[in-house]
């Protein structure tokens, strides 16, 4: 419910004051096209735009997707301080997981059991969307919370290269689609940064430190 | 002291600094040099200012139905709106929703509008903790100072001294002056602080009238966990930054990251619509939108104007200013700095205050060129200088001069005998010792700068003698 | 042939001569015709700078005026050529008729270097200046007129000259017109950091199509006893090859 306040109302009879006399128009929304030069290979620009801004960037297949992940997920939690990693609970990172060697399992947290913690040592989610131009990944509240992206230090993306569109016009449609259900929706470009002291670019300010893609072919 | 005495001396004490121009300009120059390179990544730049421009105008020109359409689907999702028409009513509001939930501890993320209305101040002394938690103004808020610059507020400050700070108010271990180790120190301090804070609040760089959605866009991540950590999430907004749809963020964020830090794209551009949804695992479960008008709506009907109010807070026109370059943020004495600030802030705080800040240029238009909604931001400068002097409050010497100069200029005989004149005296001027010194009438001038031996001929009489004598090539050698 | 009505910036008129010289013999030996309509003061951009358009209106109204009939008004100064061009409309108070006049007259105004090499395609007017040169790009020159290397492709052609770039060329000086009196220590502050530019890139002379910077910055230099002069662009355009003489030295 909007709080009734006057203020409102003496607002907008100012604003309806100042108001054009042309009917409301929004000019064409502006695309890409025209703008920007265009994309020669997708996937190889994809690929310098993440290494351009630090996401790091895994190909894989049906066959090694698991180990990777595996792998990744062994290496961000430490043995010694017990954190865990909590995922989202999807039915492809289920399966991903389902394999994973001891004593790595215990310390997974499904996004159906609890909202990311301050404990989290990393977070697995899926993406909506993977933007070629920017080398972004967009996710929204459905990966886990709004702090599934953001509070871990670490924070691992699956997702396939069928999702790759070339430009933001499109990962923005897809974000509509999104925004009907979800609260939060975020397109996130690298991990965290800071250029604030002396201009000197440190990752990890108060996000991820690390920022990983598997891109499944 | 007034404003304008304060500012003419705190300028010239930052003018006298070569050393501190040369550390703030080399900061401002790696901006320069990104900015360049981001620019390059579009095909034609001109053409996406030209649509941002478009964009923004079409969004002042329907504000009110924009706003309306925003706030239906805003409150559709569970969220509140509230409109401010001054700061204290924004204030106000806010600390309402802070007591009404008990908050203790308030996280903030950067917002320019929040220094705008004095925020942190008015929860500080109802005994709520306030934290800023983007780098930069978590330095400066322990130094006790407003923000540098609108987008890097700590940008005045050496690695040392934010070490030293971090000794003293953080007990940092002494040599722990690496940016990573000073980024970590804030990082660790500031976690905590994350999870404990009961409100979070924001600014918003977009407000998406079709989706209602509100557009943040960041490189730290601390705007992302002021949002959705605590309880209750405040978003503290100008009115003015209305988009009319989700698709234009294409344009705009591209555009925004280009302009103020040089990125292809920020880091993070989040986009937030509500409370926490039913489904949903985390995330506040009270949303508000304070949309601030504090003399925004007077501005919009001010046509002439109105596109001030198309700013998106990039910080070019700052960037690349010489003045700013020169004098730096703090000596504006004003929230928004530079020439965005000169021009801004007779409108939102008087021409009283800030009139003299539109003295505060050389009018040499590289804010005008840098911005990427073609702000007419120089021009307005002389605009706000006209208004100054028609409401009487110009500069009084300056105002005699040129009316003395318009008048003489008015006919050519008279102003042709006033020139003689003048370069007699100018004569005259030099055979006195002292040039420059306090004795010298031209002092302002000749402070720092030789004058050149007046001409005993002007070009007029030149002309004449050469007209009256043809052939009369090159008898000036 | 075209026929130029020459404007010369008031300033130039009283103070600094020898640069309205230099045009009117460079703009002969291009094969114009010079004219000079003595009813001319000044373009009033000292009032519309400062904020006094009623002033600025009445000076713009003697100007469009004095020109009207003119073919082309070519004036050495980016600053006054841009007021003319870009200002006066804006001094319209309302007023479509006075929009309509400046409007036709526009389109006309030229600043020197511009007028050589836009309108009569001229780069090489057989200049000859010995000397290392930076050319310091003058905010309205290059921001208000967009020129930029109409003066670097006449620099680029004149006999034995070397042309260098310094660092920062297109910051702006600091003078500013009143800023550099009501804000003197902020201006002074960039005149130096100019002054500094041009002596790393050990230029012998500064130039620009602006008189009023070439004062600024010429002020800082004769100031600082540095080696480098600033100079005019139509004084090194006009200066020549004489057989036997000195090198040109102005
Ligand atoms: S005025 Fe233009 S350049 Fe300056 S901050 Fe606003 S948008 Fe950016």
Redesign the pocket.
Known sequence: MTDANAGRERILARLRAARAAAPLAPPPAPHAAGVFAPIADPLVRFQEECAANRTELYQVDAANAATCLGDLLAQALAPGDGAPAYVQDAPILRRLLAALPPPLPARLRWSSEAAVGGDAGAAVTLAEALVVRTGSILVSTACGGRAASVLAPVHIVYAEAAQLVPELDQALVAARACAAAASMLCLITGPSRTSDIEKKLVLGAHGPRRLVLLLAR | MNAERQFRRAGARAAADAARQDFLRAGLAGYGHAAAGARRRFADWSAARDRCQEVKAEALAHLDAYLLRFEERVVARGGHVFWAETAAAARDYILGVARRHGARRVIKSKSMVSEEVRLTPALEAAGIATVETDLGEFIVQLRREPPFH?VTPAMHLRRGEIAALFQRELGAPPGADSAEELAGAARRALRDQFLAAEMGITGANFLIAEEGLVAITENEGNARLCSSLPRVHVVLTGLEKVLPRLADLGLFWPVLAA??TGQPITCYNSLIGGPRQPEERDGPEEFHVVLLDNGRSALLADRERRD?L?????????NVCPVFHTIGGHAYGATYS???GA?LMPQLGGLERFGHLAFASSLCGA?TE????K?D?HRHLIRNRRDAVAAGRGRRREGWAVRAWAWLAADPRRYQRAGAVLRRLLRVRRVLPGEGGMLDPLRPWTRARALPAPPAESFREWWRRRTAAPPARDSHD | MIRVALFIPCFVDQLAPTIGQAAVRVLERAGCTVEFPEAQTCCGQPAFSTGHWREARALAERFVRVFAAAEAVVCPSGSCAATARRAFALLDDGDAAWRRDAAALAPRVFEFSEFLVRRLRLTDVGAFFPHRVAYHDACHLLRELGVRDEPRQLLREVRGLELVEMEEPEECCGFGGAFAVALPAISAALGRRKAANVERAQAEFVTTGDPSCLLHIGGVLARQRARARAIHLAEILAAERRPGAAPARP
Do not use: H, K, N
């Open positions: 609108i302009a103020g001030t198309a700013c998106i807070r990039c910080g070019a026109c700052l530079g020439p965005i021009v804010c840098a911005c990427p909604v702000i931001l």
